[in-house]
């Protein structure tokens, strides 16, 4: 069975730092892509990172680049985003999420619980 | 960046009745290249996370009911759930996974009438 167990969310004041985890089971992380995809209290899905199966390709959505970093370690099945110089805007709920794409299918049929992020002082 | 709109934000619909979402990208998610429009389309219910229900537009993802179905190309997509059950009260959001950022649309709220 396919799992992603997420740890690694909290209270954090704004200007603070956090690393997000998403631990992976049942099946070749180092064959999937993957992303970080995060949700503000009551509104809508927001694309935050992907990161290759090799992590050869990385990109960021523009509203975190520069301050948030993906990353995996293939060797432990891992996955992780790396927060500095939060602020109140980054709230939500952040799910880790495999992709489908490199493996001859689309859209991430695979996603973690979420971890709550929240900002504030 | 490529917008996605979803229509209606909401809708309620009896049980046993039709309901279908719409969504429009600003530009063309279709590859040429294998005649695939890269649209995804997910349900989520509060307190979890999204579960993908189709991908290339049309595709079932394993598991998924035959109730649902997507269609359309290019620019243009509709999610139909063709006879609506209780369990299928959530939001529905889609996605084109054609190209970086991946941009979700805004969301469509599915009710029982």
């Known amino acids: 069975e396919v799992q992603l167990v997420q740890s690694g969310g909290g209270l954090v004041k704004p200007g603070g730092s956090l690393r997000l985890s998403c631990a992976a089971s049942?099946?070749?992380?180092?064959?999937?892509?993957m992303n970080w995809v995060r949700q503000a209290p009551g509104k809508g899905l927001e694309w935050v990172a992907y990161?290759?199966?090799?992590?050869?390709?990385?990109y960021y959505a523009d509203s975190v680049k520069g301050r948030f970093t993906i990353s995996r370690d293939n060797d432990k099945d891992s996955l992780f985003l790396q927060m500095n110089s939060l602020t109140t805007e980054d709230t939500g709920v952040y799910y880790c999420?495999?992709?489908?794409?490199?493996?001859?299918?689309?859209?991430?049929?695979?996603w973690g619980r979420g971890t709550l992020v929240t900002v504030s002082s | 960046d490529i917008v996605m709109t979803q229509s209606p934000d909401s809708l309620a619909v009896s049980l046993g009745e039709r309901a279908t979402i719409n969504c429009k990208s600003s530009?063309?998610?279709?590859?040429?290249?294998?005649?695939?429009?890269?649209v995804a389309w997910y349900q989520q219910k509060p307190g979890h996370p999204p579960k993908l229900l189709l991908y290339?537009?049309?595709t079932r993802e394993s598991g998924v009911p035959d109730r649902f179905s997507g269609s359309g190309s290019g620019t243009d997509f509709t999610l139909t759930i063709s006879s609506l059950q209780a369990e299928d009260v959530a939001v529905y959001y889609c996605?084109?996974?054609?190209?970086?950022?991946?941009?979700f649309g805004q969301g469509t709220k599915v009710e029982i009438k």
């Open positions: 990161i290759s199966a090799s992590s050869g390709y990385i």
């Open positions: 290339w537009a049309s």
């Open positions: 049942g099946f070749s992380f180092n064959s999937y892509s």
């Open positions: 999420a495999r992709d489908q794409g490199g493996n001859g299918r689309g859209g991430d049929d695979s």
């Open positions: 530009q063309t998610v279709l590859h040429t290249s294998n005649n695939k429009n890269y």
């Open positions: 996605q084109q996974h054609y190209n970086i950022p991946r941009t």
